[in-house]
DNA sequence: CCAATTTCAGAGTAACTGATATCG
DNA sequence: CCGATATCAGTTACTCTGAAATTG
């Protein structure tokens, strides 16, 4: 029996994920953005108006986590906040200029980071296998 | 233009892996053991005799991040440590009795956890999405 | 002298739990 | 009253950098 099965596939997504986290903090560092303060930026540029709770469950973290990160960002005049129309305790964040050139400084590295890593994977293969990553996201999901 | 493009692949690796952490933290808990314990007892038992600066390559870690949980495995006895034969300084690392007993605890539930998290990837695939997990690390490793 | 290993000390990132207040 | 949201406060997990001692 091969005792070493079970540490395999999900040992190996954390080894590679704490590599991409080296490499992101390396790129962020000089522009005084941490991990998660970039990914927020970059969610919330896509899709404007999303809340904390939104952008919490989306990142598949607590509130309490994302909060911090929301209120460095807004403290920054990175993103803003107005109050939802209809939910008074709604608060929709947005990106603003000075956080959308930032985030224009960071991006082009970070595509750059990614395809270099992914060179190895063929195109045609890349869509599936982010499929899979995608199906294992839905699964974890549903253990909450 | 896309400029949503360069968070995806990075993006949602993350994403996983705080989701399977969160999990194997749940699970590990009340074995009293933290998720980087855990993976390197899992390894020393597949591999007995690696050294401290062994072990932090491998894991993509800083030896003194490392010598961390190495000491603390030692402390609690989960591991023992003997001089290597030729080289005094290095230190030799192996699982004990208390260890593997340990181990053949938390092993199980993990494997449970890992069989419904990979439930949607076919058999036939998982060798190659793994071998592309691999592709990922060697290029993380080219990069230090 | 040099390169590798171990390890002590301190710092920082990023997540967590618990509790409180507000809104619909 | 309830469920969702925001947020304050404190804590924990994990990794890092820097520096020192040891060994071959």
Redesign the pocket.
Same mark, same amino acid.
């Given at each position: 029996m091969d005792r070493s099965r079970p540490v395999r596939f999900l040992y190996l997504i954390?080894l590679v994920d704490?590599g991409i986290? *080296?490499q +992101?903090?390396r790129i962020l560092a000089p522009l005084e953005l !941490?991990?998660?303060?970039y990914t927020t930026l970059a969610v919330l540029e896509v899709e404007p108006g999303l !809340? #904390?709770?939104?952008l919490?469950?989306r !990142? @598949?973290? *607590?509130?309490? !986590? @994302? #909060?911090?990160? /929301?209120?460095r960002l807004e403290e920054r005049a990175l993103v803003e *906040?107005s109050q939802?129309p209809?939910?008074?305790? /709604? +608060? @929709?964040a947005e990106v603003t200029d000075a956080g959308r050139a930032l985030l224009g400084q960071a991006m082009p590295r970070i595509a750059d980071l990614e395809a270099a890593l992914l060179v190895d994977i063929p195109d045609a293969e890349r869509p599936k296998t982010r499929g899979y990553l995608l199906d294992i996201m839905r699964r974890l999901r549903e253990l909450e």
């Open positions: 954390g704490r986290q *080296r +992101l903090r !941490s991990i998660p303060e !809340s #904390n709770a939104d919490a469950r !990142s @598949m973290v *607590r509130p309490q !986590s @994302m #909060n911090e990160v /929301i209120a *906040r939802h209809a939910h008074g305790r /709604i +608060l @929709m």
